[in-house]
């Protein structure tokens, strides 16, 4: 079943609606089973669709918000999106409690698509700016060298 590039792009667009409105059971729909996430994990979850719904769910209810998609682009069997991340952190995350911090954190995200489902994702994001407002890190640069 050969899919479309613009249909594979309506599949990304609806999997970033329907987290934005909690909806992790859709992930059952829109996910295959054996899906493989490719980014080291920075939540404790298994691997595969279960984990990912885990993840989400986590994620949900420490920083409810929404995914603001800046460009699509798809060839092929992938989906690259550019998007930014935009919550407020109202519950704990694993080691950090609720800040109540506005938080934003941009991201490259591509994802592959087989038989109508996600069944790969990459993605890079700017981690070292999202734990800066948690207040995890600074945002002055320490040196260790001496003064001249």
Request: proline share 5%.
């Amino acid at each position: 079943m050969l899919i479309s590039a613009e249909e594979n792009k309506a599949l990304i667009r609806r999997f970033f609606e329907e987290i934005d409105k909690g909806n992790i059971e859709v992930l059952d729909e829109l996910v295959a089973e054996n899906f493989i996430d490719h980014v080291q994990p920075s939540l404790p979850v298994p691997p595969g669709r279960e984990g990912l719904k885990m993840a989400f769910k986590m994620l949900w209810d420490a920083t409810p918000g929404y995914h603001q998609i800046e460009d699509m682009i798809a060839e092929g069997d992938k989906v690259v999106t550019r998007l930014t991340g935009h919550g407020t952190h109202t519950g704990s995350t694993p080691g950090i409690a609720p800040t109540g911090n506005e938080l934003t954190l941009s991201a490259i995200v591509i994802h592959r698509i087989a038989n109508g489902k996600i069944v790969e994702h990459w993605a890079e994001k700017d981690m070292s700016a999202f734990m800066r407002q948690l207040g995890v890190t600074s945002t002055s640069a320490q040196s260790s060298r001496a003064a001249p």
